[in-house]
């Protein structure tokens, strides 16, 4: 081990004790933990330095994150909210939690779930309860033009149950959900930046969905003890219709996704090439892979009728394994090799590479994107031949971010660091050259990160001035509140040389991916068009009750302090269908309605309307009353509905 205590770095100051102590503490852990780092390399040489020492190193000329009560963030962040199953909006760099949308599980605030707008993006059962009630949501990423977020959408995905949602990013709501089929463990998504064929199709148009657990197929009950059987799909949404428009069979599961930047590739890194049921099996070879879906191609076997389908779905499954795609020139995949059971794979905002990281192997792998478009040609003999780089860089690598100017962060889970290293220096390291330092600066992080993300990191316009790291697990970081501990997500300045910690932000668990992306991208829109919503009261005048045998129609609209109607009647028995319009055209100005008794409350928000549909199977007098302080006569704010016996 060369651990060497000289931080290397322009203008470091001679060690300070603490500095020194850490050192020692860092030689002292590899010489036990790091066996498989047998450091050759500029890979050892900068030891983890504490956001004290950093902090100095930068002469303290850190960006702040503290605002000052009335100012704004410049930055938007969506982060998933992980088995809440929601996907939560973040300013940046403050930290400050703004909304929570809600898309796959019901959430009190807002009525969604419980309204019939909601319960249908969310998909119902014969007897009109909710189909699911629960998600996990992972991984967003939002719609591309020209490389960069053009302010569309945003996607998430649901893991549980294997479901895909879309965020209207103008209102912040989730207007889509689509189930793959034949599919568990749906897991990373990634949507396309430009179409392969059509050069003046430089936007999303399709979204990318990778399956982590195999399964027969079909999944009848027929084949659980056949490993042959089980399989995953890569999956081809349509980013407007939300229509699944194509799959992929292929070897080995599917974890995270990545898409290119001319369109033309998807890949997924595969963890299971081995095909593993129990997790010793999955990691008993030395490499597994990240495999590359050439689109283009795969669109047209599509086309040339070259699919099979499987069970009810219609779906069009092109073949995708190994044994049927060895002739490049005709291949729709290709498995390039990366070591033990990788995580993360991300693509480099020079459009050049993909990095995959090693989670059981301490290596980032490099992939040039280039090489795979010549592999696909025929023009490269060995389609491992386009690994660049595969170089150490510390213990349990999981997700890679990018700060624009050549320079990878990637999160180490086991030795809770990030470390940043330089692209180019890793490729000259690889082909040879051993003086070439790759690593940068490491820096601590409280403690085992996941994910990372930098702010514009997964654009073209990657500006290198934030880091956010969640990290799982908070330990001492913040006041004690019982076994389950808040989540700590942490703010990075990496726009100096050294990565200067900032702040800690707990969360509510459990954030798992997020984009993070300047403000001026988006122009949301505050106030709802009434014609947004086909049963709109447009006229308080229509506010009424209206019966057709047993169902009643109950119309009414809100504005501060009242509801059109103080009263409404129907009888025991009758199903009801509440329709509410807010008129209110102030912004900010949102209306609940709430029934005592009935379990019913949901919201409308300035010229939105929303209704329920529920059995009114108990007789007597039910306070109706608004729920969000909308006036100074808001307790005022009230109706009666009085179910006749
Ligand atoms: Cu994106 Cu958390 Cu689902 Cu990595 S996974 S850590
Ligand atoms: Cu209307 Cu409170
Ligand atoms: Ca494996």
Redesign the pocket.
């Known amino acids: 081990m060369s651990h060497s205590t000289d931080r290397s770095a322009p203008g470091a100051e001679a060690p300070s004790r603490r500095r020194f102590l850490n050192t020692a503490a860092a030689a002292s852990l590899a010489g036990v933990g790091l066996a498989a780092c047998t450091d050759k390399s500029g890979a050892g040489s900068a030891p983890a330095a504490s956001a004290a020492d950093a902090h100095a190193a930068t002469g303290g000329a850190a960006n702040a994150t503290h605002l000052k009560p009335g100012e704004l963030d410049t930055y938007y962040g969506l982060w998933s909210g992980g088995h809440t199953g929601d996907l939560r909006v973040l300013g940046m760099p403050s930290g400050r939690e703004l909304l929570r949308i809600p898309c796959f599980v019901p959430d009190a605030l807002v009525g969604w779930g419980q309204t019939n707008e909601s319960k249908k993006v969310m998909g119902t059962r014969a007897d009109g309860s909710l189909k699911y009630t629960v998600g996990d949501t992972h991984h967003t990423h939002a719609s591309y033009k020209d490389g960069n977020y053009d302010g569309r959408y945003a996607w998430v995905n649901d893991k549980i149950n294997a479901r895909i949602a879309r965020i209207r990013l103008d209102y912040f709501i989730c207007d889509k959900i689509t189930e793959l089929p034949n599919v568990q463990g749906f897991h990373g998504i990634f949507p396309d930046k430009a179409d392969p064929v059509d050069p003046k199709i430089n936007y999303t148009t399709r979204v990318f969905c990778g399956a982590e657990f195999a399964i027969p197929l079909p999944n009848n009950g027929k084949d659980a003890d056949k490993p042959e059987a089980y399989r995953s799909l890569f999956t081809c949404v349509d980013a407007e219709s939300m229509e699944v428009r194509w799959q992929v069979v292929i070897d080995g599961n599917c974890d995270l996704v990545a898409t290119s930047y001319d369109g033309k590739l998807a890949a997924t890194n595969q963890y299971n090439t081995e095909k593993g049921v129990h997790y010793p099996d999955m990691m008993s070879a030395e490499r597994d892979a990240c495999v590359f879906f050439n689109v283009a191609r795969i669109e047209q076997a599509v086309k040339d009728g070259k699919f099979k389908t499987y069970g009810d779905s219609k779906v069009p499954v092109v073949d995708g394994t190994r044994k049927s795609n060895e002739d490049p020139k005709t291949a729709l995949t290709a498995y390039v090799s990366v070591p033990k059971n990788p995580h993360g794979v991300n693509a480099s905002p020079d459009a050049k590479y993909f990095i995959c990281a090693g989670k059981l192997s301490p290596t980032a792998t490099v992939i040039e994107l280039a090489k795979v478009l010549d592999w696909f040609d025929g023009k490269l003999d060995k389609v491992d031949s386009t690994i660049v780089a595969e170089v150490e860089i510390g213990l349990g690598p999981l997700h890679t971010a990018f700060d624009g100017r050549g320079n990878a962060y990637t999160t180490l889970f086991l030795d809770s660091q990030i470390v940043k290293w330089n692209v180019d220096a890793a490729i000259k390291f690889h082909a040879g050259d051993k003086s070439a330092k790759y690593v940068v600066d490491r820096l601590d992080v409280q403690y085992q990160p996941g994910h990372l993300n930098a702010s514009q990191s997964e654009t073209r316009m990657a500006d290198g001035k934030w880091l956010a790291v969640g990290c799982k697990f908070s330990k001492d970081r913040f006041l004690p509140v019982g076994p389950l501990h808040a989540e700590n997500e942490q703010i990075i300045d990496i726009s100096g040389e050294k990565m200067v910690l900032i702040a800690d932000h707990p969360v509510r668990g459990e954030p798992h991916d997020f984009v993070i992306f300047k403000r001026e991208l988006l122009r949301p829109k505050q106030i709802y068009e009434m014609d947004f919503f086909p049963h709109a009261v447009k006229d308080v005048k229509e506010s009424g009750v209206t019966r057709n045998g047993k169902k009643v129609t109950v119309k009414l609209a809100?504005q501060?302090?009242a509801y059109t109607l103080p009263e409404f009647t129907v009888k025991k028995g009758d199903e009801v269908t509440i329709i509410l319009t807010n008129h209110d055209k102030v912004e900010d100005?949102?209306?609940?309605f709430a029934i005592a008794k009935y379990g019913i409350n949901f919201i409308v928000n300035p010229q939105e309307t929303a209704s329920v549909t529920f059995t009114a199977d108990k007789a007597g007098v039910f306070w109706c009353?608004?729920?969000?302080?909308?006036?100074a006569l808001?307790?005022e704010?009230r109706s009666r509905m009085i179910v006749e016996a």
């Open positions: 809100s501060a302090p100005l949102t209306h609940g009353y608004c729920t969000h302080f909308c006036h808001h307790l704010m």
